[in-house]
């Protein structure tokens, strides 16, 4: 593997081992985000502060460091939207602890960071490292080989302005944030438990409330076929009632969302189609049977035959291993379909048993190019010294590792000798240092310097063997697609509201996708994939309720046409918007309510387990239930439930309802609250039931963020 400790200082070596794999970090979005003077034009604005380039800038930082923790080039929208979302989440919650941490007296200046990137960054020299760190160390030396990870983060800050690492120095950057982020949120919950005082009064009084009971308890979910016939309807003024109580409650939104349908017309291949590829594909089987491997690459237009020697394990189709490494040399590779997505077909033409890495000692003599104006030698220079050198070492004059310390140009010494692997290092170098016996030396120009190699050792040579493979994709035809664009097109003519296109699209057996919702960042809608165009089309300033888009193709994967069913405004909706969910709601309360009496008639002529046995549900046997105690403490037993259940008398089962489900319960033994002069206990129990979980915390924190003053235009700004 390379040895990069730093790119800056290790740019000849960087280039021929892992050439640009850095630049395979490719970053998208917010195109727009530097627009400015109006909200229309602002991306992101919290508590009156504008944060469009923060949000641009820790965006592309948060992308850096996903691609390196998962050893990605690129994303798929889901993921790009995954990111996003986690940028946003992140700079709301940094920004309110920030703001939080202000009035307790704390702040972190510039200098604190400072420190504590020192301090995280020493961490990895101890046995108990800062866990962010050491995730960061471990996805660098994956890539690039413990040592180099090493020495990448010990010269971090040179790679902030370096063509090629400054992904690297991004990804350093966004861990960083998140590492503050945990410490600062570490700090603020220490203070505030730390500073919440439970009166003695309530203290008591939880000891006084905080009774028991040990019951048999039955669950059962109105949904069952059981309760199928059991209809539940509600007053129009039942509804009212229920807006009127929990508007704030539940009908706030948080943000502006759609409700969309979208009716899908997938683009496959016809059997016309298929029969086309398939002959196409045995057309060219034949040709590459006829003519040489050269004249066949020219006749594809790819010029050149792959020379690369692979061992089994590299071979990643499951069919095609077998036809490479076991059939003769010379052998063709038959035309096969895998999977329904591509035809394969090829020929073996080369086998050789060979290392699968070779270790190395170098000297690595960098020259001057316009990229590299402070390197120490000319072109003209670093050859003859590479060229002394390779005399001095063949001569026995002096060794590799006795020169070495002289040519470091402040790199370690154990940067200078490693394993070259054959996959993924340039076929020249390789086939070379192969040619190499193991003492001898081998002389590489690279673009921008002169390494001096010494082989030492090589791997047990194995099997390997060369192969031309080719494949067509298994895809409808032009004529196909230009067809079902024409069907989506007069679809989309033919209905002109959201009612129309559902109705429509289920007579003619065409797929809609309904998406409840959908947040003006979404890429999918529901389970549809890559679906930002219609998205974005949703939020327009222009469109309104029973809209009809245009037709839209997917990545070739189907076209679709959206309607939008409901637009949700952020703000407290109105009850005709929010009428039939509320009319939803209701009727299964009252369907719970009605499980219940047939549940309490079924326990006149039997007991809890003939109950249960009837339903074909479990007993619950001698459970504790605790009055003062939270959802998880009781078992999932919602808090309607438990306030009946106390109110119930020994070893009478009864059938109760919750909101969502019913319940019959026996109550086996009630046990008083425990009286106790002492009162710590019950503090210690409100200290936990406030602030001792994480979920408590993550309630927190969406109360303090919930009272920030957000303006989030993101989504006019995000583009696939």
Not at 448 to 469: C, H, M, S, W
Not at 489 to 500: G, H
Not at 643 to 668: E, H, M, R
Request: net charge neutral; glycine share 4%; hydrophobic share 40%.
């Amino acid at each position: 593997m390379a040895a990069i400790g730093s790119i800056r200082k290790h740019g000849v070596l960087l280039l021929v081992i892992i050439g640009l794999a850095l630049l395979a970090f490719i970053l998208g979005d917010l195109s727009n985000v530097t627009r400015t003077f109006s909200n229309k034009n602002t991306v992101a604005k919290i508590n009156g502060k504008k944060l469009d380039m923060v949000y641009s800038k820790q965006y592309e930082e948060n992308t850096a460091l996903m691609k390196l923790l998962q050893n990605k080039s690129s994303f798929e929208d889901n993921e790009t939207y995954q990111i996003h979302e986690m940028t946003w989440q992140q700079l709301l919650q940094d920004q309110t602890m920030d703001a939080q941490l202000e009035k307790l007296g704390m702040s972190y200046n510039n200098q604190m960071i400072e420190d504590f990137k020192e301090n995280m960054n020493a961490s990895l020299s101890t046995n108990q490292p800062n866990q962010f760190i050491a995730q960061f160390a471990n996805a660098l030396a994956q890539m690039y080989g413990p040592e180099n990870a090493m020495g990448i983060i010990s010269n971090i800050e040179s790679y902030a302005n370096e063509d090629g690492a400054k992904e690297i120095y991004n990804a350093y950057q966004a861990l960083v944030r998140f590492a503050i982020s945990a410490e600062k949120s570490q700090k603020y919950f220490a203070l505030t438990q730390n500073s919440i005082n439970f009166s003695d009064n309530m203290a008591k009084k939880l000891g006084q409330d905080n009774t028991m009971v040990l019951a048999s308890l039955v669950t059962v979910n109105p949904e069952l076929s059981a309760f199928q016939n059991i209809k539940a309807d509600v007053s129009e003024s039942q509804m009212k009632d229920f807006y009127k109580t929990h508007k704030s409650e539940i009908f706030n939104v948080k943000e502006n969302l759609r409700d969309l349908n979208v009716a899908i017309f997938q683009i496959n291949p016809t059997t016309a189609d298929l029969k086309e590829i398939e002959d196409s594909v045995n057309a060219d089987f034949t040709r590459l049977q006829q003519m040489s491997l050269l004249e066949f690459a020219n006749h594809k237009g790819i010029g050149f035959v792959d020379s690369t020697y692979y061992k089994e394990s590299d071979i990643t189709i499951p069919e095609l291993d077998s036809l490479i490494f076991k059939t003769p040399v010379g052998s063709f590779i038959a035309p096969f379909a895998y999977e329904n997505v591509k035809w394969y077909y090829g020929k073996v033409f080369g086998v050789a048993h060979r290392p699968d890495s070779v270790l190395v000692a170098t000297i690595e003599l960098p020259f001057k190019t316009a990229q590299y104006k402070e390197a120490p030698y000319s072109k003209k220079e670093a050859r003859l010294l590479a060229d002394s050198l390779r005399q001095v070492i063949t001569s026995g004059q002096s060794s590799i590792f006795a020169l070495q310390p002289n040519y470091l140009y402040g790199r370690e010494k154990g940067d200078t000798t490693f394993w070259i692997p054959e996959r993924g290092t340039i076929p020249e170098l390789y086939n070379n240092l192969l040619n190499t016996p193991n003492g001898g030396i081998y002389v590489y120009k690279a673009p921008n310097g002169y390494i001096v190699f010494q082989a030492l050792t090589r791997t047990t040579p194995i099997e390997k063997r060369q192969f031309v493979l080719y494949d067509r994709d298994i895809t409808a035809s032009e004529a196909t697609v230009r067809n079902l664009r024409t069907q989506a097109s007069q679809f989309a003519a033919a209905v002109t509201n959201n009612e129309e296109l559902v109705s429509k699209a289920q007579k003619e057996g065409i797929q809609v996708v309904n998406g409840e919702r959908v947040n003006s960042m979404a890429a999918n809608i529901a389970q549809l994939p890559s679906c930002r165009d219609i998205v974005s089309w949703s939020f327009g300033d222009d469109v309104k309720k029973d809209d009809i888009s245009d037709v839209f193709n997917i990545n070739r994967m189907f076209f679709a046409v959206a309607s939008v069913a409901k637009i949700r405004e952020q703000g407290i909706q109105k009850y005709k918007d929010v009428k039939d969910e509320i009319k939803t709601i209701l009727e299964h309360q009252t369907k719970v309510e009605k499980v219940a009496e047939q549940l309490n008639n079924d326990l006149k002529s039997g007991n809890i387990q003939s109950v249960a046995s009837k339903y074909g549900v479990s007993v619950a046997d001698s459970i504790i239930l605790s009055f003062a105690g939270d959802y998880y403490m009781n078992r999932g037993v919602e808090g309607k439930a438990i306030g009946q259940i106390f109110n119930l008398p020994v070893n009478k089962p009864t059938a109760i309802s919750g909101n969502n489900f019913a319940y019959v319960v026996n109550i086996i033994e009630n046990r008083p609250a425990q009286g106790n002069d002492n009162i710590a206990l019950q503090k210690n129990y409100l200290q936990n039931a406030v602030l001792g979980r994480e979920r408590n915390e993550s309630t927190l924190m969406n109360y303090l963020t919930s009272k920030m003053k957000v303006l989030d235009n993101r989504g006019r700004f995000y583009q696939k």
